[in-house]
């Protein structure tokens, strides 16, 4: 058997800076992956997470590196023990399903055991800014009835206590959820808990280090994990402090890892969250099968983008339609 494997690096540019606890940006590097045989290409895409110490450079050379087992037929079931999970194993699984999907005539999601694909509802995330911006988001958000507030802010939990105030009465309607990406200490998140817990807060997402994650269950507040959740290994040893735990293909390392996730998720009686990083509607697509599976759904990456790659997801308001298999799979 004889492969080509195609490594592109593209930069999607977004409609508006996009920040978080850990910085900023204004476009969207993804790395995409094509496997070509007898004619018939499979496409993936993953975005590197800086936070694990991932770029675009790494995880091409991570591809490069198994050029020759690729192309003699690596296997999904050898890639997953061949590389860590991340995002280059991310792009090259998906790769390989979607190049599965096309080369059988089976739709991906059957392969993965669905019957059909249904339409989700998806959150919209308000980026880290001061309140009275995030306020004005949240009311041009008027068609998503679930909003994901980024807080964790270098001002601390009172400067972002008055960024949740502005949200939650800006959009009164809407169920909130918080993600702080570490952005808090435990002891300042303790100090505030009662006053954050005012507005009906679905959770609060990995507002802490992970290295203090511990004390998280003393505080009477409901959590989900994130950073300190890859696959369904940290989910079989997660802390009990969490309730809720956000799957992401980047994290998990592709569709594979990421199903086992559901199952670990779903073993351990946690609620689930499918998640995303801006990306193209090529990240999102794989994504929907896990979103049949999830108790809420953030993926709105696409919707970040001046312009998506086409074809791409459709949007109507907060509800997406299952991808057609022109995007993937």
Same mark, same amino acid.
């Given at each position: 058997m004889t492969r080509h494997i195609r490594i592109k690096v593209e930069t999607w540019p977004l409609k508006?800076? #996009?920040?978080?606890?850990?910085?900023?940006?204004?476009?969207?590097?993804?790395?995409?992956?094509?496997?070509?045989e007898n004619g018939i290409r499979g496409c993936g895409e993953a975005v590197p997470y800086a936070r694990f110490g991932e770029t675009i450079e790494t995880a091409s050379a991570a591809v490069e590196a198994l050029m020759p087992a690729l192309q003699s037929g690596m296997s999904r079931d050898d890639l997953s023990q061949a590389l860590l999970p991340g995002a280059a194993r991310n792009a090259l699984d998906c790769a390989m399903w979607d190049l599965a999907a096309k080369q059988s005539g089976q739709?991906?999601?059957?392969?993965?055991?669905?019957?059909? @694909?249904?339409?989700?509802?998806?959150? #919209?995330?308000?980026? @880290?800014?001061?309140?009275?911006?995030?306020?004005?988001?949240?009311?041009?958000?008027?068609?998503?009835?679930? @909003?994901?507030?980024? @807080?964790?802010?270098?001002?601390?939990?009172?400067?972002?206590l008055t960024r949740l105030a502005a949200v939650a009465e800006a959009r009164p309607d809407a169920q909130l959820v918080v993600d702080a990406n570490e952005g808090w200490q435990v002891a300042e998140l303790a100090r505030y808990a009662e006053p954050l817990g005012r507005y009906g807060v679905l959770f609060f997402e990995q507002p802490v280090p992970q290295a203090q994650e511990s004390e998280l269950a003393k505080i009477d507040l409901p959590f989900c994990a994130d950073e300190s959740v890859h696959d369904a290994h940290d989910i079989e040893a997660m802390s009990a402090a969490y309730s809720w735990v956000n799957i992401k293909l980047d994290k998990a390392g592709g569709l594979t890892e990421a199903l086992a996730c559901v199952e670990m998720a779903r073993a351990r009686r946690k609620k689930i969250m499918v998640g995303c990083m801006v990306a193209t509607s090529l990240s999102m697509a794989p994504a929907f099968i896990l979103a049949q599976h999830a108790d809420l759904v953030d993926l709105d990456g696409s919707l970040w983008l001046a312009q998506d790659r086409d074809p791409g997801l459709l949007f109507d308001g907060a509800s997406i339609q299952p991808p057609s298999a022109d995007i993937w799979g």
């Amino acid at each position: 058997m004889t492969r080509h494997i195609r490594i592109k690096v593209e930069t999607w540019p977004l409609k508006q800076r #996009f920040a978080i606890a850990r910085g900023s940006k204004i476009d969207a590097e993804v790395i995409c992956v094509e496997i070509e045989e007898n004619g018939i290409r499979g496409c993936g895409e993953a975005v590197p997470y800086a936070r694990f110490g991932e770029t675009i450079e790494t995880a091409s050379a991570a591809v490069e590196a198994l050029m020759p087992a690729l192309q003699s037929g690596m296997s999904r079931d050898d890639l997953s023990q061949a590389l860590l999970p991340g995002a280059a194993r991310n792009a090259l699984d998906c790769a390989m399903w979607d190049l599965a999907a096309k080369q059988s005539g089976q739709r991906a999601y059957a392969a993965a055991g669905l019957e059909t @694909l249904k339409p989700v509802t998806t959150a #919209f995330t308000i980026g @880290l800014d001061d309140a009275d911006r995030m306020a004005i988001m949240a009311v041009k958000a008027q068609s998503y009835p679930l @909003l994901k507030i980024k @807080l964790g802010g270098a001002d601390g939990v009172m400067a972002d206590l008055t960024r949740l105030a502005a949200v939650a009465e800006a959009r009164p309607d809407a169920q909130l959820v918080v993600d702080a990406n570490e952005g808090w200490q435990v002891a300042e998140l303790a100090r505030y808990a009662e006053p954050l817990g005012r507005y009906g807060v679905l959770f609060f997402e990995q507002p802490v280090p992970q290295a203090q994650e511990s004390e998280l269950a003393k505080i009477d507040l409901p959590f989900c994990a994130d950073e300190s959740v890859h696959d369904a290994h940290d989910i079989e040893a997660m802390s009990a402090a969490y309730s809720w735990v956000n799957i992401k293909l980047d994290k998990a390392g592709g569709l594979t890892e990421a199903l086992a996730c559901v199952e670990m998720a779903r073993a351990r009686r946690k609620k689930i969250m499918v998640g995303c990083m801006v990306a193209t509607s090529l990240s999102m697509a794989p994504a929907f099968i896990l979103a049949q599976h999830a108790d809420l759904v953030d993926l709105d990456g696409s919707l970040w983008l001046a312009q998506d790659r086409d074809p791409g997801l459709l949007f109507d308001g907060a509800s997406i339609q299952p991808p057609s298999a022109d995007i993937w799979g």
